[in-house]
């Protein structure tokens, strides 16, 4: 059996550069759209973030394959086992994992991935998952053959560095065999450690600086999260390939703000102006 190819997976492999962006919303015409634009090689659901059901998993991952996409799920560490299961076999084919403290944790996201066998797996770990009558299988044609296993260890993994106790025992938890993108959050970090939105502060400046560099120097692939393009140069500078760019919910508030804005001062000018004339109008009257 031929599985869908890991595009993602691919470029990783080859070297090649990446760049992705983040939906909260579950509706899959999102996904075509940013398809359509023809710049995108996966697109990050940030399932921590948003409600969602099974049927919004299948449908994103339909929806993947129709774009001809790459599809990434963010989930939080109570939730590593049953979501990383469930959005694989809907057809997901990367796998975020949020809150990585210890190298238990990092372990526990590759079994979270990884098929439970005795076949070599090599780096990218071992892990726990068994047959499942899911998308990712045809759901009833082709379950537990070998290219399901060879597909499971393609699943690219990427774990997040947020929390103070994981950048500690960085040179550890990178050191686990699976792992394959590593991504900064200056956001838990900066609140792990007494300084919560202090992002310019020293302290976790210098544990951004020491992720990327430590996943380098592993051969391990740094990912960072951008608002905009244009904060890119630095990490450009440092190696990194590896992008994520934009929110849905991020873009659609700065519009709603600034167009509101706009708008509404088209709206005010034109009231005031019409309050001005009324003024003087009533003032030759007077």
């Not at 710049?39 to 099974?54: G, K, R, S």
């Not at 699943?155 to 792992?179: H, N, Q, R, Y």
């Not at 994520?244 to 000018?269: P, Y």
């Amino acid at each position: 059996m031929a599985m869908r190819r890991n595009l993602l997976r691919d470029r990783l492999d080859a070297g090649e550069p990446t760049v992705g962006t983040h939906i909260l919303s579950c509706w899959p015409t999102l996904v075509e759209l940013i398809g359509h634009s023809g710049q995108y090689d996966y697109v990050e659901f940030t399932a921590e973030y948003a409600p969602f059901d099974m049927h919004d998993l299948d449908n994103l991952g339909r929806a993947f394959e129709v774009a001809g996409l790459g599809g990434m799920i963010k989930i939080e560490q109570t939730q590593y086992t049953h979501q990383a299961m469930r959005a694989i076999g809907s057809g997901f084919q990367s796998v975020l994992f949020a809150d990585i403290r210890t190298v238990e944790d990092a372990k526990a996201a590759v079994d979270a991935v990884r098929a439970e066998t005795t076949m070599a797996a090599g780096a990218r770990g071992r892990g726990r998952l068994g047959v499942g009558m899911r998308r990712d299988v045809g759901v009833v044609r082709h379950g537990g053959q070998p290219a399901y296993v060879e597909a499971l260890n393609d699943v690219v993994i990427a774990i997040m560095v947020e929390k103070k106790s994981c950048v500690d025992d960085l040179d550890a938890i990178l050191s686990v065999p699976g792992i394959d993108m590593v991504q900064f959050g200056a956001s838990d970090f900066s609140m792990s450690i007494g300084k919560p939105a202090q992002y310019g502060d020293p302290e976790v400046l210098a544990a951004e600086t020491k992720t990327i560099e430590t996943a380098l120097k592993k051969g391990l692939h740094p990912r960072v999260e951008l608002r905009d393009p244009s904060g890119a140069e630095k990490y450009l500078k440092m190696g990194v390939k590896h992008f994520c760019i934009g929110w849905d919910v991020r873009i659609l508030a700065d519009w709603w703000d600034s167009k509101g804005a706009e708008m509404r001062g088209l709206l005010d000018g034109k009231a005031a102006a019409k309050a001005e004339t009324v003024s003087k109008v009533r003032g030759n009257y007077a």
